[in-house]
């Protein structure tokens, strides 16, 4: 399974995702699998809710958020980290 990771290198507090349509990169797994485990690296897994409960595969470490709710959660994570949404 090929995971296409999205991402986003600045999030500020009460921006949303399209702001930033013009700042994101994509990764693939090899990619983040060098980044795990960097102190500036958070990771999220923003997958629908049946699409994620019924994987058996999750990165360690990452946090869930609920995709059609990034006004809620973008704020909650620092500037200056490097922000990962990862779906499949």
């Given at each position: 399974?090929?995971?296409?990771?999205?991402?986003l290198?600045l999030i500020?507090?009460?921006?949303?995702v399209?702001?930033?349509?013009?700042?994101?990169?994509?990764?693939d797994?090899?990619?983040?699998k060098?980044m795990?485990?960097?102190a500036?690296?958070?990771?999220?897994?923003v997958r629908?809710?049946?699409?994620?409960?019924?994987?058996?595969?999750k990165?360690?470490?990452?946090?869930?958020?609920?995709?059609?709710?990034v006004?809620?959660?973008?704020?909650?994570?620092?500037?200056g980290?490097?922000?990962?949404l990862?779906c499949?």
């Amino acid at each position: 399974m090929r995971f296409f990771v999205t991402v986003l290198f600045l999030i500020m507090l009460g921006s949303s995702v399209s702001a930033f349509a013009t700042d994101i990169e994509t990764v693939d797994k090899d990619e983040l699998k060098s980044m795990l485990g960097t102190a500036d690296l958070v990771v999220l897994d923003v997958r629908a809710g049946r699409d994620w409960s019924s994987s058996e595969f999750k990165i360690k470490g990452a946090v869930r958020e609920e995709p059609g709710d990034v006004e809620a959660w973008a704020g909650n994570y620092e500037k200056g980290k490097t922000i990962v949404l990862y779906c499949a």
